[in-house]
């Protein structure tokens, strides 16, 4: 069993070292089979317009009229020809050369298949060493389990940090629609300020309704994320050293209602004012989580490095 194992080992082994090749293969090749198909098109549709246009031409030189042109009509005929001869030259070189890309291209993803299936065996045969090496008590079972353990909560705070990412996006795209809205409103009831009448009157209170809701709900993807970011920091902070100040203070820089009309120019003012602040939390808090997000996954390479390093030896 021993020998079936390290066996599988070595061939997964030189698997993974031509996994980053065979994928970078199948890019290269998809990107020319995509340019080859293009230029395949374009001939085509070139070759069927040269050919439509030939063919009226030499249905205009069998009429009476033509008969008076002939000299002139077999002149454009004759370049239209060759024009055309050179067309289907280029779209069969095109196809021919389209065709053998394709090929190529299928080879190389049933060759990057068996090597994902090589490194799916390695990742097992990994397993699979691992368990005998712990029934067997050998001395760097211990070790290993250590490093599942890590891993597994590595994993855990990975997820997290993907979660929070998750709400700092809705997070964002609601201030996107409030800066529109904002901008839309302001105008409207500047509008409605200098005398607009009825109609402008209605229109400022219909972008404000929108404007309400619009809040209202970036009120309520700030509230969640900062739940979420107080739970988070419960278990792994953002940063080493100094927590991040900002979680606490997401409602309290935003608009003080809690989803009720705007109702006024000074309050629309008044979230345009703090929309830039906001922002510029929601964008700390992003690069936070994107750093802390690259220290979990270089942490958990480490970890699997290791891991294979012990289960190699």
Same mark, same amino acid.
């Given at each position: 069993m021993a020998d079936g194992i390290e066996g599988r080992l070595?061939?997964? %082994?030189?698997?993974? %070292?031509?996994?980053?090749?065979?994928?970078? %293969?199948?890019?290269r090749?998809?990107?020319?089979?995509?340019g080859l198909y293009a230029e395949t098109r374009h001939f085509a549709a070139r070759l069927a317009e040269l050919d439509e246009r030939l063919e009226r031409l030499e249905a205009k030189s069998r009429s009476w009229f033509g008969q008076l042109l002939s000299r002139d009509l077999d002149e454009r005929l004759e370049l239209l020809r060759l024009e055309a001869d050179e067309a289907e030259d280029r779209y069969d070189e095109a196809r021919t050369n389209f065709e053998a890309a394709r090929n190529e291209l299928d080879q190389a993803r049933e060759r990057q298949s068996e090597l994902a299936a090589g490194v799916a065996d390695y990742d097992a045969a990994l397993q699979d060493k691992e368990e005998r090496l712990t029934t067997a008590g050998d001395p760097r079972a211990t070790r290993l389990a250590e490093i599942a353990t890590e891993l597994e909560r590595q994993a855990a705070v990975l997820q997290e940090a993907d979660d929070l990412l998750t709400s700092v996006g809705w997070s964002g795209r609601a201030l996107d629609t409030l800066e529109h809205l904002v901008g839309r409103t302001k105008k409207a009831a500047l509008n409605d300020l200098v005398g607009g009448g009825m109609l402008a009157g209605k229109a400022k209170y219909d972008e404000m309704d929108a404007l309400s809701n619009a809040a209202a709900y970036a009120e309520q993807c700030l509230g969640k994320l900062k739940d979420e970011l107080l739970v988070y920091g419960e278990r792994q902070s953002l940063q080493t050293g100094e927590p991040l100040d900002s979680r606490a203070r997401f409602l309290d820089v935003w608009l003080d209602s809690s989803g009720h009309d705007v109702r006024s120019l000074l309050q629309v003012l008044e979230a345009q004012h703090r929309l830039p602040?906001?922002?510029s939390l929601l964008q700390q808090v992003d690069a936070d989580l994107r750093d802390r997000r690259a220290t979990i996954s270089t942490t958990i390479d480490q970890l699997i490095a290791e891991r294979r390093h012990l289960l190699a030896e």
């Open positions: 070595v061939a997964g %082994a030189a698997a993974r %070292a031509g996994q980053r090749g065979a994928q970078e %293969a199948v890019g090749l998809q990107r020319r089979v995509d602040r906001t922002r």
